[in-house]
């Protein structure tokens, strides 16, 4: 090849090969290939268009000669400027020819045949000229295209437009630089597909411990209510549908558990549930946390960044307090479950996800909606499939269950023995409320582990029920007696006998402590100064209590 023909002179051409084959970046091979081809002269322009699934078919110019929707060439690098110096050919997002139907103008056609085409005297009635107009302007004379093969699968096409003619040299050193960026494509590819599942694994990965570390609940579905039996019905009922799910109910009701038990039941259980607490993300950072971000799209995005819609793609994305999500983001979430698709901030590429929606909320929708906080056609599309969970005051039957499975479980985690239960305390415990259910149930049983010795709950269950609302009620002290109850009536002598057990037992448990943390007054809910004026009243001294161990 002449130096004044092309001038890509060989150590040229060797530099370029060596830093394609270090690429590992698509795009920045791409823009590598392109720009050298542009920066030498009488090339004005040096293009490299990829096979990708069609995107924007009821936009695109060259929709009526589209044979095939499925797929289409991408313009994915462009460089070049004009005869005059004042214009560069550096995008790639907009213009008539940003796609190309496979088998269309000169470019589709080398895409679906493989061969290159090559015009070294370009005549302006030549019908492999789309711009005629710019052809002219530029003084282009030659135009070469080469298919991008690997292992016998077109990739895409790289050109090139010249004020000069191209000879043979020049021909074929397109074509082995045409032979190294599909081996290089393929390559950064397969190092993008690494990346990616590398970068997935670790957002699981810490995803995954996370629920480790927090997991203190149910290992499954504890009861036997006609209540939770229905839930259970349902839960086999959708499970294995790719419908949306809203479950509603108190916190504390077991939500999260319930997602969780859909997931496993689905087409999806191979893949992760991403738990997300919408009322946990700051408001500014909503789009960012779902959608990812790129580098420099905002202050503080030092990296790209995969959202939460990328993480549990393929799986399920769990939405708690899903009330909490702005109304400015609802239509973007809105978008994503009817069509797919998001953007990411920061960036104009749009990208494909298959994720199921199941969101959880203690609100009323209906009448957030009403209120204009929600919007409503995403309500709609949310709750195709509504959980109502009930309140643990309206199963109090699992009770029980749930005491029996929180102790050996909490204990078994404590490293502690699992602690007796007296019908006295089972009795509380199914009288209670529960106004923070399972959750508060939960909470409980863990605080009276805590406080247990020599394998009984000393503290008792009752007086930890009745501080939940405040109220001071005697403590068990693991004894005959019971509490009053439905058709149970003490007579005052009982009463005042078992406030002196409780308070002798309170003194046992505590070692005679009656200041302080840990001490028999807090245990009963009562001031040192009242204890020890209730201690005198009763005659009760330290011979009483230490007796008793």
Known sequence: MTQNNFNLDFTSFQHLLLEMAQQRSVDELLRLVTSSLASTPNVALARVWMIAPGDICSTCTEYAACRDQSRCL????????????????????????????????????????????????????????????????????????????????????????????????????????????????????????????????????????????????????????????????????????????LISGESGTGKELIAREIHAGSKRAGHPMIKVNCAAIPKNLFESEFFGHTRGAFTGAHKDREGFFQIADRGTLFLDEVSEIPLELQGKLLRVLQEGEYQRVGEEKVRKVDVRIISATNRDLGREVAAGRFRE?????????????????????????????????????????????????????????????????????????????????????????????????????????????????????????????????????????????RSASEKLGLKPTTLLSRLKKMGITFEHWHNCN
């Open 74 to 245: 991408h313009l994915t690098a462009s460089r070049g400027r004009s005869l005059d110096n004042t214009t560069a050919w550096n995008t790639i997002e907009h213009g008539a020819f940003r796609r190309f139907p496979m088998g269309v103008r000169k470019v589709g056609r080398i895409a679906s045949s493989g061969q290159p085409g090559n015009i070294s005297a370009i005549s302006g009635s030549s019908d492999w000229i789309a711009d005629k107009t710019w052809v002219k302007k530029e003084r282009i004379t030659s135009f070469v295209g080469q298919p991008l093969i690997c292992k016998d699968e077109v990739l895409g096409v790289l050109a090139m437009f010249t004020r000069i003619p191209l000879d043979q040299e020049a021909l074929g050193l397109m074509r082995m630089i045409a032979d190294h960026l599909a081996y290089a494509l393929a390559n950064a590819r397969a190092f993008a597909e690494i990346k990616r599942l590398q970068r997935q694994i670790e957002n699981e990965n810490a995803y995954l411990r996370a629920e480790v570390n927090t997991a203190q609940s149910f290992s499954g579905i504890i009861g036997q209510s006609k209540a939770l039996r229905e839930i259970l019905r349902q839960i086999l009922l959708v499970a294995p549908i790719d419908t949306s799910v």
């Open 377 to 517: 056609d995403l309500y709609y599309r949310l709750n195709v499939f509504p959980f109502l969970l009930p309140p643990l005051r309206d199963r109090k039957e699992d009770i029980p269950l749930l005491v029996s499975h929180f102790l050996a479980l909490i204990s078994r985690r404590l490293n502690r023995p699992k602690p007796g239960l007296t019908p006295w305390d089972m009795d509380a415990l199914t009288q209670y409320d529960w106004p923070g259910n399972i959750r508060e149930l939960q909470n409980v049983i863990e605080r009276a582990v805590i406080t247990s010795h020599l394998g009984k709950l000393d503290s008792g269950i009752y007086a930890i029920t009745h501080s939940e609302t405040g109220t001071a009620a005697p403590v068990s002290d693991n004894h005959s007696k019971a509490p009053a109850g439905k058709g149970i009536i003490l007579t005052d002598a009982e009463i005042r006998q078992l406030e002196k057990e409780n308070m002798i037992e309170a003194l046992r448990v505590c070692n005679g402590k009656v200041y302080g943390q």
